[in-house]
């Protein structure tokens, strides 16, 4: 039987900060369940705020997921992925479609344990929850902005076509947790129009 081969990723928001105790704590779990550690894709001092192309380590292990290089993930803490559940899925997504397992420690989720896949199948469920309530949201906000009387008729998009509705809806995805990043890709505008935005509601 071969030896189950995994990889680590670690991260941390600061410099101040270390990845030691999040690499021993995983390296102990992998002894213990006999798995060999082939790689330790590590980014310190960057947010989980980040997408993957101001994540080096993040991206590269993306890569070798994709050229199946190893048989596992390990990750010390949800939060070492990303900062919301669209983040989880979307990682989740990406490695299972690999059949590349997926073990989360401080959350015990393990993707290769029929109760694990349980598990992720119910955070997929949360996350098609959450789409769901971010869409209503929006339309929302759109509907608030109508019956103002405003200028929204016209539809989300370039930051010259700004209006209450898109005001609205950055608010309203701001509250739900979604990242910067991806505020700005979802409604197509730039990282200094959703600031002013943000500063003005």
């Known amino acids: 039987m ?3 081969k995994v990889v680590l990723y670690v991260r941390v928001s ?6 030691e105790n999040q690499i021993d704590q995983l390296t102990s779990v992998a002894h213990r369940n006999g798995w060999e550690i082939v790689n330790t894709y590590s980014d310190a001092g ?10 080096p380590a993040f991206d590269e292990l993306l890569k070798g997921a994709n050229r199946k290089e190893f048989d596992g993930i390990m990750v010390w803490s949800i939060d070492r992925i990303g900062r919301s559940l669209q983040d989880l899925i979307s990682f989740l997504n990406d ?3 690999k059949d590349i397992d997926l073990y989360i420690d401080q959350q ?3 993707s290769s344990t029929p109760t694990g896949r349980l598990m992720f199948s119910l955070v997929g469920s949360f996350a098609e929850y959450e789409r769901t309530l971010i869409k209503e949201r929006v339309r929302a906000g759109m509907e608030r902005a109508k019956k103002t009387g405003t200028k929204s008729g016209r539809a989300i ?9 898109t005001k609205a809806a ?6 739900s947790g979604m990242s910067m ?13 959703l600031y002013k935005l943000l500063r003005a509601a």
């Open 2 to 4: 071969n030896t189950k």
């Open 14 to 19: 600061t410099d101040k900060q270390s990845v």
């Open 46 to 55: 960057i947010s989980g705020a980040f997408g993957r192309d101001k994540r």
């Open 95 to 97: 490695v299972q479609s």
């Open 108 to 110: 015990g989720l393990d």
């Open 157 to 165: 998009g370039r930051p010259s076509n700004v209006n209450e509705g």
């Open 170 to 175: 950055v608010i309203e995805l701001h509250k």
């Open 181 to 193: 990043n991806k505020i700005c890709k979802t409604l197509s505008i730039g990282n200094g129009t």
